[in-house]
């Protein structure tokens, strides 16, 4: 069935583009791209080998034959989030005769979208790109708000820029490709989405779950649309996150920490964020933020869409890595918490104690789930 566009505005001083939302988007972008860029501006798709096989003939069908996109090809894995293949890109461009006037194409799932944006704010110090994101995760979380960047092996997305692109274009119909981890990876993220702001949301994903994963296109459509709006909403009122945009990280601050320990191969990031999110749930419970009623509630409805694989890693090298993420600030930990279903926070103190315990806690079900 098709699913009409939708439309979401994200308006940012200096910045104000759109989402265009829906089924059969893809061969429709060439031809909207005269209204997105330079006159004549030549085009470079950014993407993965595995996604141009599946798309890469549908999405060339709406450019002129006279004047197609060169395609340049970033292989998939988080270990290729790298500087050193920005470096490799931007010298492409600039061996292809890239200028000031071309613009960048990203086409692929969140890794391709990072790269790609990060790669358009730097080369010949900023050039217009546009996201077409063909992953659930990457078309309700990283191809919308600006944020660019490359991972270090001391922690993720540590160099980066805010570097907005002039359209995102999220295709439904390429979430039927996808492998069912990669689909559930997404939701997780949409989860997180009710979880901090939008309670309808979360329960809409708790009452559904099961059509939601039969990815039936309209329940994908209603969930992800309310999503990219949460992010929309947020992104415009604190563009750089200074305060309010620090809640999308629920479940990032030990989500991330899994990636970096486990070196980005045991999980998928959806994965290591639904089990950041049960365990800032517990640490939220431990503070008396959440009752144990709702804790029980977020936590039945992360489990639903799982299962969550599990992974190994030593509670001290979990501690380790959060120190490292971006939200801390002068040596304090912060980290954020829910309040309620629907209703997030910045905690600034959380305790070395209280960190460790929710290490344990979590490591504890982690070893459940493998027996």
């Given at each position: 069935m098709k699913i009409m566009a939708r439309t979401i505005p994200v308006d940012i001083p200096g910045a104000n583009y759109s989402v265009h939302l829906g089924s059969g988007l893809l061969p429709r972008i060439g031809k909207r791209l005269p209204k997105l860029a330079s006159a004549n501006a030549r085009a470079f798709i950014v993407t993965a080998p595995e996604v141009w096989s599946l798309w890469g003939k549908t999405l060339l069908s709406g450019f002129p034959a006279t004047n197609?996109?060169?395609?340049?090809?970033l292989p998939s894995g988080e270990k290729n989030k790298r500087f050193a293949n920005v470096e490799t890109l931007a010298t492409m461009l600039s061996e292809s005769g890239a200028d000031r006037s071309s613009i960048?194409?990203?086409?692929?799932?969140?890794i391709i979208g990072d790269v790609t944006g990060f790669l358009a704010a730097i080369y010949?110090?900023?050039?217009?790109?546009?996201q077409i994101p063909t992953t659930l995760l990457s078309q309700v979380d990283s191809s919308v708000g600006g944020k660019t960047g490359v991972n270090l092996s001391s922690g993720k997305n540590l160099i980066g820029s805010f570097h907005h692109p002039r359209a995102v274009f999220a295709d439904t119909d390429v979430l039927h490709t996808l492998p069912p981890p990669e689909l559930r990876a997404g939701l997780y993220e949409c989860i997180k989405a009710g979880i901090i702001r939008d309670a309808a949301l979360f329960n809409y994903m708790e009452r559904n779950a099961q059509t939601i994963l039969s990815a039936d296109d309209a329940a994908l459509t209603r969930v992800i649309a309310a999503a990219i709006r949460m992010k929309a909403e947020v992104v415009t009122l604190d563009e750089r996150e200074g305060g309010l945009r620090m809640i999308l990280n629920y479940g990032h601050t030990i989500g991330h920490a899994i990636e970096t320990v486990t070196n980005y191969r045991a999980l998928l990031h959806g994965e290591a964020v639904g089990w950041g999110m049960l365990a800032a749930t517990e640490l939220s419970?431990?503070?008396g933020l959440l009752t144990e009623a709702q804790a029980s509630r977020i936590a039945a409805?992360?489990?639903?869409?799982?299962p969550l694989p599990c992974f190994?890693?030593?509670?001290e090298k979990l501690y380790e890595a959060t120190a490292r993420d971006k939200k801390n600030r002068a040596g304090a930990r912060r980290f954020i918490l829910a309040e309620a279903i629907g209703k997030a926070l910045i905690?600034?103190?959380i305790t070395d104690a209280e960190l460790r315990s929710t290490i344990d806690w979590l490591l504890a079900r982690v070893r459940e789930a493998g027996k």
């Open positions: 197609p996109p060169q395609v340049l090809f960048l194409i990203a086409f692929g799932g969140g010949m110090r900023g050039i217009p790109y546009i419970r431990m503070r409805v992360i489990h639903a869409y799982g190994r890693a030593t509670a905690v600034p103190d």
